[in-house]
């Protein structure tokens, strides 16, 4: 039986690797392909545990994840690829090693990524029925 497929993703969210680990190696001794496939598979909003993982900067998940069959090329449902939640979360070291492995990009949208959050303060301009306002969101 596969597991219910966001448990990965939880997994990967909470850094739980040893719990990940269990899962992948009970299915991969079952039937390889299935794991291959669980390991890539989409849930909340097209996202893989690589993705999610990427996001939260969880560097030992993503190289298990890679090393046992993840697709650095698979978007989530907004074309959100893996090096792209790792450049939004600026973690650098899974920026590479996705590379490493093979990561298709655009290097204008990484760097657009990568800058998004490092201005301290940003203008947000927005419309609201014909009403152009501004918002100053503050970073500290």
């Given at each position: 039986m596969i597991p219910h497929k966001t448990d990965l993703d939880c997994l990967a969210y909470?850094?739980?690797?040893?719990?990940?680990?269990?899962?992948?190696?009970?299915?991969?001794?079952?039937?390889?392909?299935?794991?291959?496939?669980?390991?890539?598979?989409?849930f909340f909003q097209g996202d893989t545990c690589l993705i999610s993982a990427s996001r939260w900067g969880k560097i030992e998940i993503v190289q298990y994840l890679l090393d046992h069959g993840a697709n650095p090329n698979i978007p989530n449902n907004k074309n959100a690829l893996p090096i792209y939640a790792a450049a939004v979360g600026k973690h650098y070291a899974i920026i590479e090693l996705l590379k490493k492995h093979g990561a298709v990009y655009?290097?204008?949208?990484?760097?657009?990524?990568?800058?998004?959050?490092?201005?301290?303060?940003?203008?947000?301009?927005?419309?609201?029925?014909?009403?152009?306002?501004?918002?100053?969101l503050w970073m500290f």
């Amino acid at each position: 039986m596969i597991p219910h497929k966001t448990d990965l993703d939880c997994l990967a969210y909470k850094g739980d690797l040893a719990s990940i680990k269990n899962q992948i190696e009970t299915l991969e001794a079952k039937d390889i392909e299935t794991a291959k496939w669980y390991i890539n598979e989409r849930f909340f909003q097209g996202d893989t545990c690589l993705i999610s993982a990427s996001r939260w900067g969880k560097i030992e998940i993503v190289q298990y994840l890679l090393d046992h069959g993840a697709n650095p090329n698979i978007p989530n449902n907004k074309n959100a690829l893996p090096i792209y939640a790792a450049a939004v979360g600026k973690h650098y070291a899974i920026i590479e090693l996705l590379k490493k492995h093979g990561a298709v990009y655009d290097e204008n949208e990484l760097q657009k990524k990568l800058m998004a959050k490092t201005i301290p303060g940003c203008l947000v301009l927005i419309s609201a029925a014909g009403i152009l306002g501004a918002i100053f969101l503050w970073m500290f």
